[in-house]
Nanobody, 113 residues
Framework: VQLQASGGGLVQAGGSLRLSCAASGSMFSINDMGWYRQAPGKQRELVAAITRGGRTNYADSVKGRFTISRDNAKNMLYLQMNSLKAEDTAVYYC????????WGQGTLVTVSS
């Protein structure tokens, strides 16, 4: 499975961005997918996760602001980010879990205050 994340960029605080993650390869084996982020000097952390059936889980810091979704038919994973804050600045990675775990290359989100 190969994952390609896109959609990052520079946005002002309060703005919105939508991240996308295109998956290719043996998609039938993928169960959970998710978005993680890593800010400078910090560990990578879970932002949001979604099961194949659509059950979601969010970090407390993004609840009510971010929405994760997936389109299994199109092999796509999305993260809609609203009301962005400076502390959301990080490299965002998509992740897919099958028998193995796969990571995308990351996309940088910078929120200016």
């Amino acid at each position: 499975v190969q994952l390609q994340a896109s959609g990052g960029g520079l946005v002002q605080a309060g703005g919105s961005l939508r991240l996308s993650c295109a998956a290719s390869g043996s998609m039938f084996s993928i169960n959970d997918m998710g978005w993680y982020r890593q800010a400078p000097g910090k560990q990578r952390e879970l932002v949001a996760a979604i099961t194949r059936g659509g059950r979601t889980n969010y970090a407390d810091s993004v609840k009510g602001r971010f929405t994760i979704s997936r389109d299994n038919a199109k092999n796509m994973l999305y993260l809609q980010m609203n009301s962005l804050k400076a502390e959301d600045t990080a490299v965002y990675y998509c992740k897919a879990v099958a028998i193995l775990t796969f990571w995308g290359q990351g996309t940088l989100v910078t929120v200016s205050s």
